[in-house]
RNA sequence: GGAGACGUGGCUGAGUGGUCUAAAGCGGCUCCUUGCUAAGGAGUUGUCCGGGUUAAACUGGACCGAAGGUUCGAAUCCUUCCGUCUCCGCCA
């Protein structure tokens, strides 16, 4: 949500973001309902004061009547509130975040562009296998009993996949929450931010309503599931319980920038997807990932991001895996984005780039919502929000397509073999 | 899931229809005194939404878990929901 006053001041500014986010938001009848809104405030407010000073104490039978009436267009005036305010909040709601000076103009993923390209797409000697062939061959990926079970879009994963994904997480723990290697990273991009190493956490997967509203995540609502018998959502990320864990509080500002990292299993229904990436689990309804979610000072929330995307590009290296950087576009990006960064990572058997990385920076979009606040010089301000990917289960695909080899095995990562007990590949 | 108790400011805790403009204590902040691993005194104290202001000052309203309701008037009465605690049941 913006501020109001940020609205009412920049009212082209506003439209912009807008108009180049795809939203469906008429600013001017928000500001007019704005206006009319502080009026019936006004009057509403003054009538409230009369009828505060005078039923001080036990009444007189007169005194009674004259505060009977004041009630009766007290309640009118009220009412007429409630209904304007409702409409202003719902559409307050709408208004997207404004993107920020770098956010490139476009309407769709063709508007995108790529920041810069990392590693060196290696030739393969022989055809290079699709992630589900090289699963289902080496038995560790398995779609077809899944369906059986649970339906389409649901996987199996087996034997080394598992493992892998265990050794994934843990790889990313260890740098995540370790000021030193952090440090590391922080020099080599040049960067000048604190260490302070991330929180890990394992975070409920439930959600309430209203919470994940607060977020800005509840929409589109077909992409969530429900559990009607006791009104929660299944959260999509651990972003959405990490993200909403402080709703309603003060952040000490010498605790900022505070960061966590959650592990949660991510629940999407893919709806408007049908047919699209079938195979395998590279869109699937349950998947587990790792998330960076961070709290800062409004000034240091932009390079805050650029600090997350370092660690991603870090940890993607140390994986010797090949990638590009992606500048989301306005239309592209999610509404309460104010800069959106991708990473995609080379998968061969594919021959493309595919998103596995994304980097969200949510200003006070999220955390005005959430009254999420820290205070400085006695007064309150609303903290800087970023979360992005450590890892998710599609990373694992990158490995599995990159690490192949002609007789249809997967080496493992160097920095991944430790915590797979010496494995050096599945076959 | 069953039975019972409870939810008041940063914390402890009083308040059962009008004097609550929420007592008192602790803590925090400011100043004074004293003089040294400390003590004492005085003052001050939250959040949100309006108006006002360059910014303040100032000012109106709301907030006692949440939402409704009764009443001229609600922290206090009623309804629903949420949460916490105790006991029982079930359980990884």
């Not at 289960?393 to 397509?401: C, F, H, P, Q, S």
């Amino acid at each position: 949500m913006l501020d109001i006053k940020f609205i009412r001041d920049n009212p082209e500014i506003v439209k912009e973001a807008v108009k180049n986010k795809k939203a469906n938001v008429d600013v001017d009848e928000l500001l007019e309902i704005d206006k009319k809104r502080r009026q019936i405030m006004e009057s509403s407010e003054s009538l409230k004061a009369e009828q505060n000073s005078k039923s001080k104490g036990p009444q007189s039978p007169e005194g009674i009547e004259e505060l009977k009436k004041i009630k009766e267009k007290f309640k009118e005036l009220e009412g007429g509130l409630t209904e304007i305010e409702k409409k202003f909040h719902e559409i307050m709601l709408k208004v997207p975040n404004i993107p920020s000076e770098d956010t490139p103009v476009g309407v769709d993923e063709s508007g995108n562009k790529v920041i810069r390209q990392v590693g060196k797409i290696s030739g393969f000697p022989f055809k290079p296998k699709e992630h589900w062939e090289l699963g289902q061959e080496l038995d560790i990926l398995d779609s077809e009993r899944a369906a059986k079970v649970s339906g389409a879009r649901f996987v199996y994963m087996k034997g080394g996949l598992a493992l892998m994904e265990f050794a994934l997480m843990q790889y990313a723990l260890s740098v995540l929450t370790d000021s030193g290697q952090l440090k590391k990273i922080i020099k080599k991009a040049k960067l000048d931010v604190p260490d302070t190493p991330f929180i890990p956490v394992l975070p409920p997967v439930f959600i309430k309503p209203d919470v994940f509203q607060k977020m800005g995540r509840l929409e589109p609502k077909e992409e969530r599931y429900h559990i009607s018998s006791d009104n929660l959502y299944l959260i999509g990320s651990a972003e959405h319980t990490l993200g909403s864990m402080h709703m309603d509080e003060f952040i000490k500002i010498e605790n900022l920038p505070l960061r966590y990292v959650g592990f949660s299993t991510a629940f999407r229904r893919e709806a408007g997807s049908y047919g699209k990436d079938m195979k395998g689990m590279l869109r699937v309804h349950q998947f587990d990932k790792l998330e960076m979610e961070s709290f800062t000072l409004p000034e240091d929330s932009v390079k805050e991001q650029d600090f997350i995307v370092a660690i991603q590009e870090y940890m993607i290296q140390d994986l010797e895996l090949p990638y590009q950087v992606v500048a989301i576009c306005s239309g592209d990006m999610g509404a309460p984005d104010a800069r959106q960064i991708d990473i995609e990572t080379w998968m061969p058997g594919q021959n493309k780039y595919r998103e596995t990385h994304t980097s969200d920076l949510m200003t006070d979009f999220q955390s005005r919502r959430l009254a999420i606040k820290f205070k400085r010089d006695n007064k309150s301000e609303f903290v800087h929000m970023n979360d992005a990917t450590a890892f998710a289960g599609r990373t694992l695909i990158a490995i599995m397509e990159n690490y192949q080899t002609e007789k249809g095995t997967v080496k493992i990562p160097k920095v991944l073999q430790k915590y797979m007990g010496g494995l050096e590949a599945i076959q």
